[in-house]
């Protein structure tokens, strides 16, 4: 469990993270979503101790994380990928990480031979590809049997394989009981892995909650239908509870609050004759970026 | 393939716990398993060997030149010879064993691998203490096996000319010994130092204008050049393996005290900004 309250880190001028509080529950996968820049990776660092809160204050499972006296028995961490010596193999960077907490080398093995490495153990770590560091990070993230995870768009540089690896190991750690929090800027991958979502941009909470929810609240499904007669369908429509229709011209209305079906049965029950029936709708990308838009910090404005 | 990883992933209950003793192994790992520390020993070694050889070379080519061998070392290295050839080792090994303390703390921070460790250790402190105690113990072994190396190469020969007195007795082993405490100081000092920098050329420049620069340079100015020079890190580290009957306890309290200001001072603004800076 992470509880953040109220957390702001200010670099001179700019505010990098603005009074975020939410909590990460154990038991599912929170996805860290926003734009990159939005303050994700700064929040991590906040979590894990690297870089101090301008204000506010974070626990891990119940205390200041530098309170713990096993800290990668309670959060195994990936920030950055890149975080190892080039020219120190992998083994001797997870040896040298393990025994700051006296883990064995049977541990030690056994994360190289979970994030499927051990073959290349004893290689330097300056020769791996973005993919075999992203699987050492994982292993050095795991090597505490934590309760608590957080990785920093762990999925980037994986190539498809690694992808759904990555994913069925968080699904299966939160299966667990475990705190799972990762971050990252695709929405796409978030639907396929995160069971709640935190989302923010420009270092400032857009939303806290479950996907289901985001995706309810955000993705607009309308009806497009042609009809003859669109005054008689838009007062049927109207009379349908929770549904509203929009002439907008041409014989057209575009209805909202119910599916195509729903339309269909309508017309006909009415003696309504229909010239076309479409469903327009907003996919989770299109959610995520009407949510994000107003805060993206760089915005293309090349007319479209 | 994936039906090991249910047992794996929940490996059996243990005592993990960060204490110095596990950060020192760990400082240990991490200096032993890459080449700048390995390679910075060997050269500091092989110089050793190379100043104490040159002696050799007199001892050798001088009967050629028809001069008597022990005339000439008498008249460039005293009468005890051996102790004035491992003051002229442990004029080299500063600089470099201020490269190998370095080292300890800036291969680990330019190369991100710092945030890693410190995410385990997000107490910090005791990440910094376990380098510079493991930085002072590789610059007192470092200074004695300098002191080995040049012994082993010289004094068969100059006890074969003679002159192989004064190197097996008390003052002998105060040189040999002040020299490997100066060895372990400087090497805190390139920690300490080095650990204030986030890439390792630029703590490699600030480490080595002090050792190697500021001797030079601040003789030159008028004055007050000549006193504040004798309070460098190395005008102080070369006086510990001066012989103590030559220069006097003075000279060496004087140096020790200077010396361990030095460690003291860049130790402790070294854990304030540690524990105080994001990584």
């Not at chain 1, 660092?45 to 096993?70: C, D, K, Q, W, Y």
């Not at chain 1, 990308?285 to 007319?303: F, N, P, V």
């Not at chain 2, 113990?137 to 068969?156: D, E, K």
């Not at chain 2, 340079?217 to 890190?233: C, E, F, R, T």
């Amino acid at each position: 469990m992470i509880e953040v309250h109220h957390l702001t880190k200010r670099f001179d001028e700019a505010t990098a993270v603005d009074d975020l509080t939410f909590t990460v529950r154990p038991g599912v996968v929170t996805g860290f979503l926003g734009p990159n820049g939005a303050g994700k990776t700064t929040t991590m660092r906040m979590i894990v101790g690297l870089a101090r809160p301008t204000s506010g204050r974070v626990t891990v499972n119940g205390r200041s994380f530098a309170e713990h006296g096993a800290p990668l028995d309670e959060l195994g961490v990936l920030l950055d990928a890149g975080n190892v010596h080039p020219g120190r193999s992998a083994r001797a960077h997870l040896s040298a990480l393990a025994a700051t907490h006296g883990i064995g080398r049977r541990r030690v093995d056994e994360v190289l031979e979970l994030t499927g490495i051990q073959e290349v153990a004893g290689r330097k770590a300056g020769k791996f590809s973005l993919g075999m560091r992203q699987r050492l990070g994982i292993a050095a993230a795991l090597l505490g049997d934590p309760h608590t995870l957080i990785l920093d768009e762990p999925i980037n540089g994986l190539d498809p394989d690694g992808v759904i690896w990555v994913r069925t190991l968080l699904r299966r750690l939160a299966a667990e009981g475990r705190t799972v929090f990762l971050s990252s800027h695709l929405m796409s991958e978030m639907s396929l892995t995160a069971d709640h979502l935190v989302i923010i941009g420009r270092g400032r909470m857009i939303a806290d909650a479950p996907l289901a929810d985001v995706i309810a609240a955000t993705s607009h499904t309308t009806v497009r239908v042609r009809t003859p007669e669109p005054q008689r369908l838009a007062t049927a429509v109207a009379a349908t509870p929770g549904a509203s229709a929009t002439e907008v011209g041409g014989g057209t209305l575009e209805i909202a609050g119910a599916d195509a079906a729903a339309v269909a049965l309508l017309a006909a029950q009415a003696g309504i004759h229909l010239d076309e029936l479409s469903t327009t709708g907003a996919s989770l990308e299109d959610a995520y970026l009407s949510l994000t838009h107003s805060s993206l910090e760089y915005r293309s404005t090349t007319g479209a | 393939m994936r039906n090991t990883d249910m047992s794996t992933l929940t490996s059996t209950p243990t005592t993990h716990r960060v204490s110095l003793p596990h950060l020192l192994h760990a400082e240990w790992i991490k200096a032993a398993t890459v080449n700048a520390t390995r390679w910075t020993t060997a050269v500091t070694l092989a110089l050793a060997a190379f100043f104490a050889g040159t002696v050799l070379l007199v001892i050798g080519v001088a009967p050629l030149e028809g001069e008597d061998p022990s005339a000439l070392i008498l008249e460039n290295f005293g009468e005890r010879p051996a102790l004035s050839v491992l003051s002229f080792t442990f004029a080299v090994v500063p600089a470099l064993v201020a490269l190998l303390g370095l080292l300890l703390v800036s291969g680990e921070r330019g190369t991100g691998t710092l945030a890693v460790t410190l995410a385990a250790v997000p107490r910090r402190t005791p990440v910094l203490v376990a380098k510079l105690l493991l930085s002072a113990a590789a610059g007192f072994v470092v200074g004695l096996l300098a002191a080995g190396v040049t012994i082993a190469v010289v004094q068969p020969g100059l006890a074969g000319i003679g002159l192989g007195d004064g190197l097996w007795t008390a003052v002998g082993a105060q040189v040999v010994l002040g020299g490997a405490v100066s060895s372990a100081a400087i090497a805190v000092l390139g920690t300490a130092l080095g650990s204030l920098f986030r890439n390792t050329a630029g703590a490699a420049g600030a480490v080595l204008s002090l050792l190697l620069i500021a001797p030079v340079i601040l003789p030159m100015i008028p004055v007050i050049g000549s006193p504040l020079s004798q309070v460098l890190p190395t005008s102080a580290a070369a006086a510990l393996s001066q012989p103590i009957d030559t220069v006097g306890g003075g000279t060496l309290l004087t140096g020790g005290l200077i010396l361990a200001a030095w460690v003291a001072v860049s130790a402790v603004v070294a854990t304030v900004l540690w524990k105080r800076r994001d990584i």
